[in-house]
């Protein structure tokens, strides 16, 4: 199976989600100082400190979302099955990315500080975003082409 440049963009994009997913997902396990280490919001670290649903099942809500960017990627290209609202979704999955990785600009120039956990994860989110908007354009060019 070969696969051009935009496909391989969308692929990685895909294994990055999944690959978030993942860590999220070990944050459960790894208690109150993961979600601390990943600037959860507050309530989802109280929640894993005082043992309450919140954060598991919050973070379970998170990680299936990403891991549904990943059953979307893949399906674009091939890898699985097709799956309904690929296109929608792979327009929705690229802005909002995109979206999350602009998030750090404002740090980079605010005097509070720099954050370089939220650099380097809105840039891993920017890339995402770019893949996905790729994808998207390729996804939607196979289809018109009738591929």
């Known amino acids: ?22 860590w999220h997902l070990l944050c459960i396990w790894g208690g109150p100082s993961w979600f601390a280490f990943a600037r959860a919001p507050k309530q989802l670290i109280d929640s894993a400190q005082q043992g309450t649903l919140l954060a598991p099942v919050g973070t379970v809500i998170v990680a299936g979302l990403m891991f549904a960017c990943t059953v979307f990627a893949f399906s674009a290209v091939g890898l699985i099955r097709k799956v309904p ?5 792979l327009i929705t999955i690229a802005l909002l990315c995109t979206v ?23 840039t891993v989110w920017l890339f995402v975003g770019v893949c996905f908007i790729a994808g998207s354009i390729e996804h939607n060019t196979a289809l018109k082409s009738g591929i």
Request: aromatic share 6%; charged share 10%.
């Open 85 to 89: 609202l690929v296109k929608p979704a």
């Open 100 to 122: 999350r990785g602009l998030i750090a600009i404002p740090t980079f120039v605010t005097a509070a500080g720099v954050d370089i956990w939220q650099i380097v994860a809105s």
């Open 1 to 22: 199976m070969s696969f051009n440049v935009k496909s391989k963009l969308l692929i990685s994009g895909g294994v990055i989600a999944s690959a978030a997913a993942i």
